[in-house]
């Protein structure tokens, strides 16, 4: 399983973006799929998760009713719709999958991962 994130980007407080990781590799289709942020000097946090038939989704209390997590397996795509975006949301944000146990949200279960992408909020 290969992932690839795409459309970080500066914004400003209040606007919406939308992320997209591309993932390559039928075994994704069976993988539960998650979406991490690393702000610099912290470690890397939990935002939110979707099994794999979209059933269930998880969200970090930050993140809760401002963002979206979906998938499509018949494209290999997983997204993260981002409304209300705050300064604090600044980080490089990876996706990441894995057959793992349910809650999906601690970084050291998950193998696979994406490098990253650069999200930043201004004021």
């Known amino acids: 399983v290969q992932l690839v994130e795409s459309g970080g980007e500066l914004v400003h407080a209040g606007d919406s973006l939308r992320l997209s990781c591309s993932v390559s590799?039928?075994?994704?289709?069976?993988?539960?799929a998650g979406w991490f942020r690393q702000a610099p000097g912290k470690d890397r946090e939990f935002v939110a998760a979707?099994?794999?038939?979209?059933?269930?989704?998880y969200y970090g209390d930050s993140v809760k009713g401002r963002f979206t997590i979906s998938r499509d397996n018949t494209k290999g795509l997983l997204t993260l719709q981002m409304d209300a975006l705050k300064p604090e949301d600044t980080a490089v944000y990876y996706c990441?999958?894995?057959?793992?146990?349910?809650?999906?949200?601690?970084?050291?279960?998950?193998?696979?991962w994406g490098q990253g992408t650069q999200v930043t909020v201004l004021p």
């Open positions: 590799g039928s075994a994704f289709r069976r993988y539960t």
């Open positions: 979707i099994v794999w038939n979209s059933k269930t989704t």
């Open positions: 990441a999958s894995d057959l793992l146990p349910l809650p999906p949200t601690a970084v050291e279960k998950y193998t696979y």
